[in-house]
């Protein structure tokens, strides 16, 4: 199984970006997927998710910026970032709790490489 993001890159405080990630392999299901970020010097932290029947949970400092979304079919889930700050500045990570077809009686979550995102004031 392999999480594969992108959309990452620079831009300016204001502007936006939108994120895309995608999981393949050997999938029979896929639960929860979201993002995280990871800023220099600072944990990883939860930025938002979204359950497979499409209901987001956002962090307090990304709401009403950021929107997370999903299409089951092609097995992708996306981060829409509005109004982006410096303090927005990270590398985001997809994640995806998943259960493949080898067991199918246990989840596991996976995680994307990451993706850097720079905000320039």
């Known amino acids: 199984v392999q999480l594969q993001a992108s959309g990452g890159g620079l831009v300016q405080a204001g502007g936006s970006l939108r994120l895309s990630c995608a999981a393949s392999g050997s999938i029979f299901s896929i639960g929860v997927m979201g993002w995280y970020r990871q800023a220099p010097g600072k944990q990883r932290e939860l930025v938002a998710t979204?359950?497979?029947?499409?209901?987001?949970n956002y962090a307090d400092s990304v709401k009403g910026r950021f929107a997370v979304s999903r299409d089951n079919a092609k097995k992708a889930v996306y981060l829409q970032m509005n109004s982006l700050n410096p303090e927005d500045t990270a590398v985001y990570y997809c994640?995806?709790?998943?259960?493949?077809?080898?067991?199918?009686?246990?989840?596991?979550?996976?995680w994307g490489q990451g993706t850097l995102v720079t905000v320039s004031s």
């Open positions: 979204i359950t497979n029947g499409g209901r987001p």
């Open positions: 994640s995806a709790t998943i259960t493949t077809w080898r067991d199918t009686g246990s989840a596991q979550i996976y």
